[in-house]
């Protein structure tokens, strides 16, 4: 019912920047939260930042300082400004929206390549 589309990633040198997009469509509750996880080869899936319907947001230790996350309620889209990226960044990068039904579902995107290096 839900489709999330992700898009802005690349190849980019250390120090630098990207922001990603993902847009969800279909039968989105109007309670839920979005956000960003990514997996590294090799890697467990980890979250990276996320945002309520609510406005509040919460980031992983790692990327902190480093990136801002942001939502348009209106267009059920969400972004990931990402700065100061290192190499240890590098990853899929998977959009995800958490909908607050009963019971709750969660959906995931295609995923978007982010590689940082000289």
């Known amino acids: 019912q839900v489709q999330l589309v992700e898009s802005g990633g690349g190849l980019v040198q250390p120090g630098g920047s990207l922001r990603l997009s993902c847009a969800a469509s279909?039968?989105?509750?109007?309670?839920?939260?979005m956000g960003w996880y990514r997996q590294a080869p090799g890697k467990e899936r980890e979250l990276v930042a996320a945002?309520?319907?609510?406005?509040?947001?919460n980031y992983a230790d790692s990327v902190k300082d480093r990136f801002t996350i942001s939502r348009e309620n209106a267009k059920n889209t969400i972004y990931l400004r990402m700065n100061s990226l290192k190499p240890e960044d590098t990853a899929v990068y998977y959009c995800?929206?958490?909908?607050?039904?009963?019971?709750?579902?969660?959906?995931w995107g295609q995923g978007t390549q982010v590689t940082v290096s000289s």
């Open positions: 995800n929206l958490k909908q607050r039904t009963l019971p709750p579902r969660d959906y």
């Open positions: 279909g039968s989105i509750s109007s309670i839920n939260a």
């Open positions: 945002v309520s319907s609510g406005g509040s947001t």
